[in-house]
């Protein structure tokens, strides 16, 4: 046997550990961006794949938010809670499917990214809003609640990263969330949105709120 052949033979197993530890480091990486309730990518995950598909100029941002949740848990207790959260981030998935991404960004906020290659997001939203609202199966029916959506298509947008973007659909959504809307489209009409304790450290109207319109 040749001194290479030998030197071959004696590394194979530094090199089967090598690769056995590198996928072991890319399942913990993976399992770090998931929520462990929900399953969806966590912030950092969400941002990541979230940021690929912006690439694509017909990507639409959304950002959902559970109405009255505290009221919820305050009432029924944390597992009514929790299934919410559970039933919520399923039912977004599944409408934002395979070629999109969805995420938890913390508590009861979930965002997603969607590529509409046939401008029917606002009408899958309003759909997916009805969805959202179903009682969770095996749940106190008595456990209600709604969800409010605010979306932002890219292109209307295109210096926009996907913070800016974010930032849009939050206010849209808040703009829903306060006039009982459902879902609102950032970026068209000229209604303002009153933004006032939408975030901590938020207090009164800001001057600077941005422009949003009824969904279309």
Known sequence: MTTLATFLLSALPLAAGWALHVWWLRGCLNTARRDPLTGL??????NRRATVLLRDPSAVVV??????????NDTYGHAAGD?????????????????????????DE???????????????????HGVLARPVDGQDPAVRTTVSLGWVRAADFP?????GLLR??????????QD?????RAGLGWLFAT????????TGARKDAPIVGVAA
């Open 83 to 107: 299934a919410l959260l559970k039933a919520t981030a399923d039912r977004l998935a599944h409408y934002v499917g395979p070629s999109g991404v969805a995420g938890r960004l913390g508590g």
């Open 63 to 72: 950002l959902a938010d559970v109405d009255k949740f505290k009221q919820i």
């Open 110 to 128: 979930f965002a997603a990214v969607l590529i509409d290659d046939h401008g029917t997001a606002g009408d899958l939203l309003a759909v997916l």
């Open 41 to 46: 990518r966590t912030r950092d995950g969400f």
């Open 159 to 163: 210096a926009d990263d996907l913070s």
């Open 180 to 184: 009982r809307a459902g879902t609102r």
């Open 195 to 202: 933004v006032a304790g939408r975030r901590a450290g938020r």
């Open 168 to 177: 849009r659909a939050d206010e849209a959504m808040y703009a829903a969330k």
